[in-house]
């Protein structure tokens, strides 16, 4: 078959990487990168260190409101396919590249294949949640990462073409972890000891776009005396300018902002850190994986396996909560391993018996 991948963020860049050469054991494949995330850092860097082959189409999409990212990829998306006459388009998780490239093969009859499908917070005002609502109810093929997806698919009433697979990241940071530890001189070039320092990130617009959660954020990160290395977003970084925020953390001689990471040295910190602060869906699952405890600065998860087995505790935009959890929460069982393993692989096998 020709299968078109459909990726635009960091998250895609690494769920597609084991996918990809796993299918291209037996298809052809068609990278289309849609270019919402165009910061070189978040990009091109990322395909260098994954050994990511160059994209077949670079969409260029690059920022905008969520309408107006959505219809740019849209419209692009749907011309590649047409040029391109794929049989199969996979979209991965719950962006705008997601939505875009699942509504761009369903409009044109193609088969739509969705890897972490079925995952759910039960939030519609988050846009991810629509876009990952959406996406499932028009996908022919249906790849979860966990048991409780699946659930969720079949509660709301669908039921055909959904295999529990396991989750595609798993792959990804086995392969690259030992290399990341070899390659990556983070820890000597920010002078950090492992298990000494905590990794932060903050992107979601439920933090970013209301300055009371986004001051209660930075008030809690000044609170905390330990070590704290906080890769800064762009657009989180202008919100931060924006509110006069940015001084008060650059102030602050325990927090170090760091300009966004390529691949290994963000898998190195990740995986040396004491914990985990983030409100991002991808990292809380990256944590679990790597045995990191999670701090989640949200109010509720798609990843709730990792809430439910100890390892990931959610806190909401609270300051108190916040710096209570840095100083008392730790995992106090073994993992359940609840995203199993090879989930590449077990994907390629199943999309080769689909007619």
């Not at 298990?195 to 209660?216: P, V």
């Not at 809380?284 to 701090?295: F, H, M, N, T």
Request: with cysteine; glycine share 6%.
């Amino acid at each position: 078959m020709k299968i078109a991948i459909i990726i635009g963020t960091r998250p895609e860049f690494v769920q597609c990487t084991q996918v990809v050469k796993e299918l291209n054991k037996s298809h052809e494949t068609i990278l289309i990168h849609t270019g919402q995330h165009y910061d070189y850092s978040m990009n091109k860097l990322f395909f260098n260190e994954l050994k990511i082959p160059e994209p077949d189409y670079h969409l260029e999409v690059g920022s905008g409101s969520h309408g107006q990212q959505t219809g740019d990829m849209l419209k692009k998306i749907e011309t590649v396919l047409e040029d391109s006459k794929s049989n199969l388009v996979l979209v991965f998780g719950d962006t705008n590249s997601t939505l875009a490239g699942a509504l761009a093969a369903s409009k044109l009859h193609i088969k739509v294949g969705h890897i972490e499908s079925g995952m759910r917070s039960f939030d519609r005002s988050m846009p991810e949640e629509i876009n990952r609502v959406i996406t499932d109810h028009i996908s022919n093929i249906l790849f979860c990462s966990t048991k409780s997806a699946m659930k969720n698919l079949k509660m709301e009433g669908i039921r055909k073409n959904i295999f529990f697979s396991g989750d595609v990241t798993v792959d990804t940071l086995e392969n690259n972890k030992k290399l990341a530890e070899k390659r990556s001189t983070i820890l000597h070039e920010y002078k950090l000891k492992s298990k000494e320092y905590l990794i932060a990130t903050i992107h979601r617009s439920s933090n970013t776009d209301n300055i009371n959660n986004l001051k209660n954020i930075v008030k809690a990160f000044c609170d905390i005396e330990e070590t704290l290395i906080f890769p800064v977003h762009p657009r989180t970084k202008g919100v931060l300018k924006k509110y006069n925020l940015w001084d008060i953390l650059e102030e602050k001689k325990s927090i170090k902002l760091v300009e966004p990471l390529g691949y290994f040295d963000f898998l190195k910190l990740m995986n040396n850190a004491k914990k985990i602060l983030t409100d991002s869906g991808g990292i809380q699952k990256e944590a679990y994986i790597l045995k990191v405890p999670c701090i989640t600065i949200r109010d509720n998860t798609e990843w709730v396996e990792t809430v439910e087995d100890g390892w990931n505790v959610l806190t909401g935009a609270n300051r108190k909560k916040i710096v209570e959890h840095v100083q008392y929460f730790y995992p106090e069982c073994i993992q359940k391993d609840v995203f199993g393993k090879n989930a590449s692989n077990k994907i390629a096998q199943i999309i080769n018996t689909i007619d």
